[in-house]
């Protein structure tokens, strides 16, 4: 069966629509990266006056949706590829159809050039050029500290102080785990980030409500705890993983969503909100992971003996809660993890985080301007 020569015009005109489209979106995307890191003052401008109606109109419309559109979008189109490999197949195969396998194909083609130009105008638009911005340690006059021993285990020091008078509050014993169990928690970190933006007006605007994953499980395969989406513009975060980990997670996604991508400083801004809610359980979570991240950059500077001293003061709760994770995080180590964590590191160094991964690690120099520890 052949094709009239009516719908091979009009067959040629939809692939050249697709290759102006496609074109129109690889240009967009390209325009604003090159002005982003080599126009200076163009990404804070862009940051405050264009960015925002990303977060305040999409976000608000995904916002409505309980499940996560991108989590569903990714499924659809694995969905729509195995449908379309098998209608292709077929005129493959059936002989009267084969007549339109060039049509097939050259659709295909389009569709997924139209897509991939898309996607990558959507992450210039609503990330890309957000890493090249002025940091929010400088927008907020703080400036970070380096990390030096005697800093790191005085900083270590004073977030187990404030853990222990958590674990308090909580009532916690270190008999079980943290529970999240009557904290609701999408509330209640849209009013953290909310009641941060009143000190930090740089976090000012709407947050959308953030999306725990289905598959969540299967994001810790891939060692991932959260993700923003640049395309959808919505918080999604992994419900897997041990309470401790997820109102400081969801917290940083929600801080991508007022344009601070840089991992260090979302996980910065992620424990200032925590530490302004009137949860309990989301200062808890702030500040545990706060401790995280310092813990690693003590264990580097100090002997083995003084690193075991200093775990010896965490308090039950904080222990059990670290021993959780590592149990937790043990059963997903293999090739996937590691592909994984290689792939965001690549990431990450091909928008200018020179430490990659190491990155989210880099809060600490903001949390020891915080409590004013080392030289200012």
């Not at 080599?38 to 264009?50: D, K, M, R």
Request: hydrophobic residues 45%; contains cysteine; proline residues 3%.
């Amino acid at each position: 069966m052949e094709e009239s020569e009516a719908k091979k015009r009009s067959n040629r005109k939809k692939i050249k629509k697709a290759l102006i489209e496609s074109a129109c979106f690889l240009a967009a995307g390209l325009i604003v990266t090159l002005l982003s890191r080599n126009v200076s003052g163009f990404s804070e401008w862009y940051a405050g006056h264009i960015f925002p109606a990303f977060p305040d109109t999409l976000g608000r419309l995904m916002s409505l949706f309980p499940f996560s559109v991108f989590e569903i979008l990714i499924y659809a189109l694995a969905v729509l590829t195995a449908l379309y490999a098998l209608y292709f197949l077929i005129i493959v195969i059936v002989p009267w159809w084969r007549g339109y396998v060039k049509r097939a194909a050259s659709r295909a083609l389009c569709f997924i050039l139209l897509l991939a130009t898309f996607c990558f105008m959507m992450m210039s638009l609503t990330c890309t050029v957000n890493y090249s911005r002025e940091t929010f340690a400088n927008l907020t006059d703080r400036q970070m500290t380096m990390a030096k021993k005697d800093g790191l285990f005085e900083l270590c020091g004073l977030l187990i102080t404030h853990l222990s008078e958590l674990s308090e509050e909580l009532s916690a014993d270190g008999s079980a785990p943290l529970s999240l169990s009557g904290v609701d928690l999408h509330k209640e970190a849209r009013e953290a980030m909310k009641r941060l933006s009143q000190d930090e007006k740089v976090l000012s605007g709407f947050y959308p409500n953030p999306k725990p994953v289905i598959s969540s499980k299967w994001m810790s395969y891939l060692n991932i705890t959260g993700i923003y989406s640049p395309f959808t513009m919505e918080a999604n975060y992994n419900n897997d993983i041990p309470d401790h980990y997820i109102p400081y997670i969801i917290c940083h996604e929600l801080a991508h969503l007022r344009g601070f991508i840089r991992e260090d400083e979302a996980g910065f801004i992620a424990y200032l909100a925590c530490r302004k809610s009137k949860s309990a359980e989301f200062r808890y979570s702030g500040a545990i992971n706060a401790l995280t991240h310092a813990l690693n950059a003590y264990r580097k500077e100090a002997s083995v003996e003084e690193y075991a001293e200093l775990l010896s003061t965490l308090p039950a709760q904080v222990a059990r809660d670290f021993w959780v994770g590592r149990t937790y995080w043990k059963q997903f180590e293999g090739k996937v993890a590691e592909a994984a964590t290689m792939a965001n590191d690549s990431y990450l160094k091909a928008n200018a985080q020179e430490d990659g991964v190491k990155s989210y690690g880099r809060m600490v120099g903001l949390l020891l301007a915080e409590y004013r520890i080392g030289d200012l």
